[in-house]
């Protein structure tokens, strides 16, 4: 490469390779002050919108707190203080996470927040919840006691009846203990990251009432190429 | 205080019941809910 050749920055260019096409997309999609941006719109100054955020710090808790007791062991979590803390914190974080996710649920659905091409991060927030649900009920079976063997039990009749019980076999201790510390909660924060990602693509929905910003700028930049068509 | 024993139930209606713990989290749920709705949000010092 001469020492001339400039490279291209921002999303106008023509790409000639595919982290070329990756880069103009993304740059395209999500310019960096959508995806960092500075201010809000006024209507996010409102308790109901701060049901999110609340989640996903509870969520960042509960994996902090999970490594920590993973990499203790369990008699640490078990018998000594330090470790029955953090144990304890995994517990009520996810008790939070669950609440907070509940009503953020809540606040959406009764402000159609589908509305304004959101739909993906509507069904992104679905999946999120319902991969929740599987790593919650994962973490419930792993306590070895009789409430997780209550709970294992009623369970696999559900698994079985379903006809998933022979790969998914919820009285497996061992088999539990894996999908509850890898694959659900890698699933969970992929799609968490890809929702919040949805979310600073499209903006933070607007109560029924309000103007959407987004569908405000994208009508006017529509009416401007009309326009420049026109003229 | 012995948590790993079954929670007493309130049976609201011949097959519908819930547990005491559950009812606590929904009404917590429902109570968070309208208090978001209504309660004023702060503003901060560059609030415009």
Same mark, same amino acid.
């Given at each position: 490469?001469?020492?001339?050749?400039?490279?291209?920055?921002?999303?106008? &260019?023509?790409?000639s390779? %595919?982290?070329?096409?990756?880069?103009?997309?993304?740059l395209?999609?999500?310019?960096?002050?959508?995806?960092?941006?500075?201010?809000?719109?006024? /209507?996010?100054?409102?308790?109901? /919108?701060?049901?999110?955020?609340? #989640?996903?710090?509870?969520?960042?808790?509960?994996?902090v707190?999970?490594?920590?007791? #993973?990499?203790?062991?369990?008699? *640490?979590?078990?018998?000594?203080?330090?470790g029955?803390? &953090?144990?304890?914190t995994?517990? %009520?974080?996810? $008790?939070?996470?669950?609440?907070?996710?509940?009503?953020?649920?809540?606040?959406? /659905? %009764?402000?159609?927040?589908?509305?304004?091409?959101?739909?993906?991060?509507?069904? #992104?927030?679905?999946?999120?919840?319902?991969?929740?649900?599987?790593?919650?009920? #994962?973490? /419930?079976?792993?306590?070895?006691?009789?409430?997780? $063997? *209550?709970?294992?039990f009623e369970?696999?009749?559900?698994?079985?009846?379903?006809?998933?019980?022979?790969? &998914?076999?919820?009285?497996n201790?061992? $088999?539990?203990?894996?999908?509850?510390?890898?694959?659900?909660?890698?699933?969970?924060?992929?799609?968490?990251?890809?929702?919040?990602?949805?979310?600073?693509?499209?903006?933070?929905?607007?109560?029924?009432?309000?103007?959407?910003?987004?569908?405000?700028?994208?009508?006017a930049?529509?009416?401007?190429e009309?326009?420049?068509?026109?003229s | 205080?012995?948590?790993? =024993?079954p929670?007493?139930?309130? =049976?609201?209606?011949?097959?519908?019941?819930?547990?005491?713990?559950?009812?606590?989290?929904?009404?917590?749920?429902?109570?968070?809910?309208v208090?978001?709705?209504?309660?004023?949000?702060?503003?901060?010092?560059?609030?415009?």
């Amino acid at each position: 490469m001469s020492a001339e050749t400039k490279v291209p920055t921002g999303a106008d &260019f023509e790409p000639s390779t %595919w982290t070329g096409v990756v880069r103009k997309r993304w740059l395209k999609n999500l310019p960096p002050e959508k995806m960092l941006p500075e201010s809000q719109p006024s /209507y996010v100054a409102s308790w109901i /919108y701060v049901f999110g955020m609340a #989640t996903i710090v509870a969520m960042v808790i509960a994996i902090v707190t999970g490594v920590i007791i #993973t990499l203790g062991g369990v008699q *640490w979590f078990h018998e000594s203080s330090t470790g029955r803390f &953090f144990n304890s914190t995994h517990y %009520w974080s996810v $008790q939070l996470f669950f609440l907070f996710m509940v009503v953020h649920l809540w606040g959406k /659905y %009764w402000m159609s927040a589908w509305r304004g091409k959101r739909a993906l991060t509507w069904i #992104t927030g679905v999946l999120a919840f319902l991969t929740a649900v599987g790593v919650g009920f #994962t973490g /419930y079976v792993i306590t070895t006691n009789f409430n997780a $063997q *209550w709970i294992a039990f009623e369970a696999k009749d559900v698994m079985n009846a379903i006809g998933v019980g022979s790969v &998914f076999n919820v009285t497996n201790l061992g $088999q539990m203990v894996t999908f509850h510390v890898a694959p659900l909660p890698l699933a969970l924060g992929i799609i968490v990251v890809a929702h919040i990602l949805l979310v600073r693509r499209h903006g933070v929905v607007p109560p029924l009432d309000a103007i959407d910003p987004a569908l405000e700028s994208a009508t006017a930049a529509s009416t401007d190429e009309t326009e420049a068509v026109a003229s | 205080m012995n948590l790993d =024993q079954p929670a007493s139930y309130w =049976q609201i209606w011949d097959w519908i019941s819930v547990s005491i713990p559950n009812l606590i989290v929904i009404v917590v749920m429902l109570l968070l809910f309208v208090l978001a709705l209504v309660l004023p949000f702060p503003k901060g010092s560059d609030a415009e």
